[in-house]
């Protein structure tokens, strides 16, 4: 079992769309085991998004993601961190497949629903970026054998 890290950006609370995202991340069979609503600051969003600090949109993009709250969700499935990016698509919303979340949701570059890790390193930094021991939880799962069975 694999875990990763998913943020549901400002722009998706205020649209109102977090259930609906939410919605398809567990209809696809992925746990949610951990989630909470966080305020975002400086501090969190430049080590977030360190590799992008050169860039000219990174003052948009950190006072976008600073402009109202965001969920985050850690989400536990095989090959989870693959799983969900092929979910959530492209990073532009407009060259996005429809069928994906930011596909489907987005027509911006930057205002895309939704982060989620992009390598299984990346959801180990990113799970502790985001949640503190406790805020992750291990409970039985009783569908696990409707899931998957052996490919
Ligand atoms: P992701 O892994 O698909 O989210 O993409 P990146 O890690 O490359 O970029 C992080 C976030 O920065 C994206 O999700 C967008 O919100 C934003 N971003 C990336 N590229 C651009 C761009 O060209 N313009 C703007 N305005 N924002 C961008
Ligand atoms: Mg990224």
């Excluded at 398809?24 to 600090?53: F, P, S």
């Excluded at 985050?72 to 060259?95: D, H, P, Y």
């Amino acid at each position: 079992m694999e875990k990763t890290l998913i943020l549901l950006k400002p722009c998706t609370v205020q649209r109102r769309l977090i259930g609906e995202v939410i919605n398809r991340i567990e209809r696809k069979g992925l746990r949610i085991v951990g989630l909470k609503m966080m305020q975002l600051d400086d501090a969190i969003l430049n080590e977030h998004y360190a590799h992008l600090t050169e860039r000219p949109f990174f003052p948009w993009l950190v006072s976008s993601m600073k402009s109202a709250p965001v969920v985050a969700m850690c989400v536990e499935g095989n090959s989870a961190v693959t799983v969900v990016r092929n979910i959530v698509g492209a990073t532009n919303g407009r060259k996005a497949a429809p069928g994906t979340i930011r596909g489907d949701y987005s027509m911006s570059g930057q205002e895309n629903i939704i982060h989620a890790s992009d390598s299984i390193e990346s959801a180990e930094i990113e799970m502790k970026r985001f949640f503190r021991e406790g805020e992750i939880f291990e409970y039985p799962d009783p569908l696990h054998d409707f899931m998957y069975a052996p490919d």
